[in-house]
T-cell receptor, first 111, second 113 residues
C-alpha cells in the first residue's frame, strides 16, 4: 500500500530537549516536505527536499533542521524545541508537480 | 503571499451547494485543492493548471482563472461525507513548481442532515 509514515504520532517533550520526527515514503517520490498546522493559519511549509541531499527552506524554517540521506526518508529535527513549536506536523511526498500524499501527522507538545 | 480563501466557514444542509474561493495577489501557475477531515491528514482532490480548465470528479469540481488569479471549488448536492476543511495550495514560484506549495488558511465546511 502506498503510504507516508510518520513517527511518533504524539509527543510531549520539555523545552530544549532535542527530538526527531521520522518520515518515510514507499512510493519512490523525489519530493518530500514538512508542514506545520496551527489553528487559523492553515498549513505552512517548514522545509522541502527535491531529492537526496537537496533541501531548501520553506516559509517557517526557524528552529528546524532536516536531512535527506536516503530517498525514502526525510526526518525533521528540533535541536532545542520551544513552546512556540507546539503544533501538528505533517510530512508529505509527491512526484514533480503531482499530488501530495500526507502522513498521518505528529502532534507535538513542548512544555 | 498566502492565498486567501473565502468563506472561512460555511454550514449547509445535505443536498445544498457550496462554493469555496481561493485568490492570490501573485500570478498563479497552478492550484491544488485538498480536503482534511477532523483528526486526519489532508487528502488530494485535484490540481488545476493554467488554461482556465475546469476539472472535477463526482460532484466536486473546480475552475481556475489565471487572469483573475483565483480558483473556485464547487460542491454540488453536498453529502455528509463532504464535511471537513478545504485548502487551496499554490506554488510560490514557478521554478520550484508545486513542491514549494503555499496553502490558504482553509475553509471549514459543515454538512448537516
Amino acid at each position: 500500500e502506498a503510504q507516508v509514515t510518520q513517527n511518533p504520532r504524539y509527543l510531549i517533550t520539555v523545552t530544549g530537549k532535542k527530538l526527531t520526527v521520522t518520515c518515510s515514503q514507499n512510493m519512490n517520490h523525489e519530493y518530500m516536505s514538512w508542514y506545520r498546522q496551527d489553528p487559523g493559519l492553515g498549513l505552512r511549509q517548514i522545509y522541502y527536499s527535491m531529492n537526496v541531499e537537496v533541501t531548501d527552506k520553506g516559509d517557517v524554517p526557524e528552529g528546524y533542521k532536516v536531512s535527506r540521506k536516503e530517498k525514502r526518508n526525510f526526518p525533521l529535527i528540533l535541536e532545542s524545541p520551544s513552546p512556540n513549536q507546539t503544533s501538528l506536523y505533517f510530512c508529505a511526498s509527491s512526484l514533480l508537480g503531482g499530488e501530495a500524499f500526507f502522513g498521518q501527522g505528529t502532534r507535538l507538545t513542548v512544555v | 503571499q498566502q492565498p486567501v480563501q473565502s468563506p472561512q466557514a460555511v454550514i449547509l444542509r445535505e443536498g445544498e451547494d457550496a462554493v469555496i474561493n481561493c485568490s492570490s495577489s501573485k500570478a498563479l501557475y497552478s492550484v491544488h485543492w485538498y480536503r482534511q477531515k477532523h483528526g486526519e491528514a489532508p487528502v488530494f482532490l485535484m490540481i488545476l493548471l493554467k488554461g482556465g480548465e475546469q476539472k472535477g470528479h463526482d460532484k466536486i469540481s473546480a475552475s481556475f482563472n489565471e487572469k483573475k488569479q483565483q480558483s473556485s471549488l464547487y460542491l454540488t448536492a453536498s453529502q455528509l461525507s463532504y464535511s471537513g476543511t478545504y485548502f487551496c495550495g499554490t506554488p510560490s514560484d514557478i521554478i520550484q513548481g508545486a513542491q514549494k506549495l503555499v496553502f490558504g488558511q482553509g475553509t471549514r465546511l459543515t454538512i448537516n442532515p
